[in-house]
């Protein structure tokens, strides 16, 4: 057996494996003397069939499994041994197994491209020094806070007459149009024309023409059902019928509104509602914070440390032409490779608990943005259980918990300069950071 690597480039090698026959002949007897004492052959008892039979029924499939075994293990043994950090796993270049099968020879030869891992040396102290902004939060952005609280509480009413922000259930009628049923909502209408329907009441004819009252086109079509195109270009003069009349009434700051809200805390005076609220408003302006700190400790880390990776080796594994897709490959793979260096550099270490805590977090987060629905905390762990069943799953919230504590880290072991800003200050900042290029 031989073991040879060659340099590509720089993290980018061929290794290339030969064996002879004696290498791997014993392993591919025994597995068809194994096959031989335990399969039942036409003709023959079990275990009684000669050994030329096996092998001509066998011999080929066991060959290459059995070499493919072998290679696998001396290739694995050569890295560990070796101590060779790959990047990822290897790229087979080429063999001749085949010909070995065909018995045109005997040597085995096995030819990987392999990409390595950087040498990373990343130190942070109390000379680097990150800001990181506490966001007022003052009694105007608590006020909107309730504001938007008692808007998402609310409910619609129906009423008798048609008011200024009022939406109408009505059918329709038109010479172009089957009869249908729509709801209109009064802030859609071009607001010129608003008072036309302000007083009117439930089973009210009204005479209008859409495209005059709506400027949209697309509102127009969707409202009736049809594509864009096959709007008329003239007017659309319609019969309307008011079915009924509804108002939206925004939740009132009392306590069915509190207990909603905060079921554990028995809260009895707005004061301590606002309270309340305010601590809400404080946790979520600490993680804009921690978001717009997270991005300068990667700027920092990738402008200071140069992290360079095999990329052509590694598009050729991912098989990523589209250039703007590899970047983002590159990026999420140095910072995994960063991730992985500052918890082995700290000694720091990753629990199962904290992996569930993220993929909880993740959960609530997603059921709450795209369903604005609050999922039962044990849906949440079921659900997570199941998710984390995925090894790519596992794999990418093991390097948020680990992300998460390396940020932790770099805060207790650097001086944060800690900066009182506005909210309106923060964004208008946070809005320049995003729209800087990563520094990958």
């Known amino acids: 057996m031989n073991i040879t690597r060659e340099c590509i480039s720089n993290l980018n090698e061929i290794i290339t494996i030969t064996v002879e026959k004696n290498d791997y002949a014993e392993k591919v007897s025994q597995r068809l003397k194994e096959i031989k004492k335990n399969t039942t052959i036409k003709g023959f008892r079990q275990g009684s069939a000669p050994m030329y039979v096996i092998e001509k029924i066998y011999g080929k499939n066991v060959a290459f499994v059995e070499i493919e075994k072998y290679i696998k293990e001396v290739f694995e043994d050569y890295i560990k041994t070796n101590n060779i950090q790959l990047i990822a796993t290897p790229i087979l270049l080429e063999t001749n197994l085949e010909s070995v099968l065909n018995e045109e020879c005997d040597v085995v030869v096995f030819k990987f491209e392999v990409g390595l891992k950087p040498e990373i040396n990343i130190s942070f102290n109390n000379n680097v020094k990150f800001n990181y902004y506490l966001i007022k939060v003052t009694n105007d952005i608590i006020d909107k806070e309730i504001d938007n609280i008692k808007f998402k509480y609310g409910k619609y009413i129906k009423i008798d007459e048609v008011e200024k922000d009022s939406f109408i259930y009505l059918t329709i009628k038109s010479e172009n149009f089957k009869e249908k049923s729509i709801y209109l909502n009064l802030m859609d209408i071009d607001q010129s024309k608003v008072d036309y329907f302000i007083g009117k009441k439930v089973k009210d004819i009204l005479h209008f ?98 992290i360079e990776l095999p990329e052509n080796f590694l598009r050729k594994k991912y098989r990523i032409k589209d250039d703007i897709e590899f970047k983002d490959e590159i990026s999420i793979l140095k910072k995994d490779l960063v991730i992985d260096y500052f918890l082995k550099s700290t000694n720091l270490q990753i629990q199962n608990n904290e992996i569930e805590k993220v993929s909880n977090e993740y959960i609530k987060e997603y059921y709450k943005r795209y369903y604005n629905f609050d999922l039962p905390e044990e849906y949440v762990r079921k659900t997570t259980k199941k998710l984390l069943e995925n090894e790519n799953e596992y794999i990418n919230f093991y390097y948020i918990a680990g992300e998460n504590k390396m940020l932790q880290y770099i805060k207790e072991n650097t001086s944060l300069v800690f900066q009182e800003i506005s909210f309106e200050e923060f964004m208008k900042l946070f809005r320049e950071n995003n729209n800087k290029n990563d520094k990958v």
Request: charged share 35%; no cysteine.
């Open 209 to 306: 023409d859409l495209k005059e009252f709506l400027s949209n086109e697309e509102q127009i079509a969707t409202i009736l059902n049809v594509s864009k195109e096959n709007l008329p270009t003239d007017k659309i003069e319609i019969e309307a019928e008011i079915i009924y009349i509804e108002k939206f009434i925004p939740a009132e700051n009392n306590k069915e509104l509190w207990d909603k809200l905060f079921p554990d805390q028995n809260i009895n005076n707005e004061n301590e509602f606002k309270e309340n609220v305010s601590k809400i408003i404080k946790l979520r302006f600490e993680n804009y914070s921690d978001r717009l700190f997270r991005k300068n400790v990667w700027d920092y880390i990738f402008e200071n440390y140069k």
